[in-house]
């Protein structure tokens, strides 16, 4: 096949990858970020450009926002969501261009549009798929400049970091690349780059100044919670976690699968640097992008994102020499995909109780997950306990009154170890599982091993238990305990 053919192939199929599956959740909005990005949208208004929000910048909001109002369609949630998804992959499609001049190679580009990583936040509604774009630009800004600095380039970086700070404030360190490579060239054009930066940051993201309190606010909560001092239940995963050591085993196998993290780590046998001012200028970037981020408290994924490209880039130099395995390092990108093309496991879970569960049962679930099962009828009781509030008396009389459980995800039982599950699992509560609902395995790997929030947004693993022996209030109590 020539290469003409072969590059048509692959823009078809990230093509695919990005953009089958957007309306995943059939309905169902379980993605917090995304659902808050959306809600700030349907608040603007052309004389109100306050979103009220200030988690993330303004300029993927207005963004949003003005591409409706252009489309004469509502800035109502569900369209707020559908274009925030859309401009994740169209982000998600034009970075492969970005990598690929970084490092002109077909089975890097091949590797990256099956990374599995990068198709689920192409799906989601948020930040990253934009940040990693203006990274992968700054990236390759900087291999130009290195070559032939001129203000033009500089003038473009400029743009590309101040839409970066203005998506998320974090994205101020997609500066490194720019600075290094100016510092490499002797260019004098860092002022007028840092300047512009500064001035189109504030330009596309104003609120952050015209509403600076509330911005500070918002940015001292968000430093809070990343950095460990202001503990909150849904960073409890991360409670003596290793910091660099949880990220190499907790996210990059699951977000990369793991024959491109294996062949990652073989490729550093076979590097040979040939441009070393350019691959010092990446490899110093992302080391000290990784050493900064990889330190914090919070080590969500998503933290990770602009790195993502890192080991399919070493897989490549694994597999130019071993390429019969190529077919081996996307099976997990296309098994991912794969999950797009079925019902989302909360709405097969709601659906396994309507049609099983007898009307008024009564249902005890979670609260504190991403979001309630959906769907469920008015005729079940559903009792959606507080476990970030355990009292062992208060769940004894739950559990008393309840026929059903169900677990809607990992997210509480992987964190805490309560009593209730342990003995719920093991059968001692009286209840047995009927039903395990599961998504698409990470080839061979458990999604739900991973960091949380790999699996808890869009694919987690719901159980359903029903009583099949009812026990007192008080052996119920010593078994919570």
């Known amino acids: 096949m020539s290469f003409r053919y072969k590059v048509i192939l692959l823009i078809l199929l990230a093509s695919i990858t990005r953009f089958v599956g957007l309306d995943w959740g059939q309905g169902n909005y379980f993605h917090p970020d995304e659902n808050n990005m959306a809600t700030a949208i349907t608040k603007l208004n052309p004389n109100n450009l306050n979103p009220e929000f200030f988690a993330y910048g ?107 700070i203005s998506t998320k404030i974090s ?51 968000e430093t809070s919670v990343a950095t460990g001092t202001l503990p909150v239940f849904y960073t409890a995963q991360f409670r003596n976690s290793i910091p660099y050591v949880f990220q190499i085993k907790n996210i990059f196998p699951y977000i990369s699968g793991w024959p491109v993290f294996i062949f990652g780590l073989l490729s550093i046998y076979f590097i040979k640097i040939k441009n070393k001012k350019y691959v010092f200028v990446v490899l110093l970037s992302c080391f000290i992008y990784f050493l900064y981020f990889g330190q914090l408290y919070v080590k ?35 098994m991912f995909f794969l999950q797009y093309l ?19 049962s009564n249902v005890l679930s979670e609260s504190g997950n991403v979001a309630n099962i959906p769907v469920l009828p008015n005729n079940l009781k559903v009792n959606n306990y507080d476990f970030y509030e355990y009292n062992p008396t208060t769940l004894a009389e739950a559990l008393l009154e309840s026929e059903y459980i169900v677990v809607p995800s990992r997210r509480v039982f992987k964190n805490y170890s309560f009593n209730y599950y342990q003995n719920l699992f093991s059968g001692n509560l009286g209840f047995e599982e009927i039903k395990t609902i599961t998504p698409i395995s990470d080839f061979l790997l458990n999604p739900e091993n991973a960091e949380e929030t790999w699996s808890v947004f869009d694919r987690p693993t719901i159980r359903i238990y029903k009583k099949n022996n009812q026990l007192s209030f008080h052996q119920y109590k010593s078994l919570l305990e």
Request: net charge positive; glycine share 4%; aromatic share 18%.
């Open 58 to 164: 303004q300029f993927p909001l207005y963004l949003g926002f003005f591409t409706l109002k252009t489309l004469g369609v509502d800035n109502n949630f569900p369209n707020s969501i559908l274009i925030l998804r859309f401009y994740s992959a169209i982000f998600s499609l034009l970075s492969l261009y970005f990598f690929y001049k970084i490092y002109p190679n077909l089975i890097f580009i091949l590797l990256l549009i099956f990374s599995p990583s990068l198709i689920q936040l192409a799906h989601f509604g948020t930040t990253e798929s934009l940040l990693i774009l203006t990274f992968a630009t700054n990236l390759y800004i900087a291999k130009l400049i290195i070559k032939n600095p001129s203000i033009k380039l500089f003038f473009l970086a400029s743009l590309c970091t101040g839409i970066a």
């Open 171 to 221: 994205g101020a360190i997609f500066i490194l690349p720019i600075v290094f490579s100016a510092i490499i060239s002797r260019s004098w054009y860092l002022i007028p780059y840092g300047t512009l930066t500064l001035v189109l940051s504030l330009l596309l993201s104003p609120y952050n100044l015209i509403a600076f309190s509330d911005f500070l606010s918002a940015l001292k909560y």
């Open 300 to 334: 969500w994924t998503r933290f990770m994102s602009p790195l993502f490209f890192v080991f399919p880039l070493l897989a490549t130099l694994f597999l130019v020499r071993f390429p019969k395995w190529t077919i081996l390092s996307i099976l997990p990108g296309v």
């Open 342 to 360: 079925f019902i989302d496991t909360r709405v097969t879970a709601s659906k396994y109780l309507i049609e099983t569960i007898p009307k008024g």
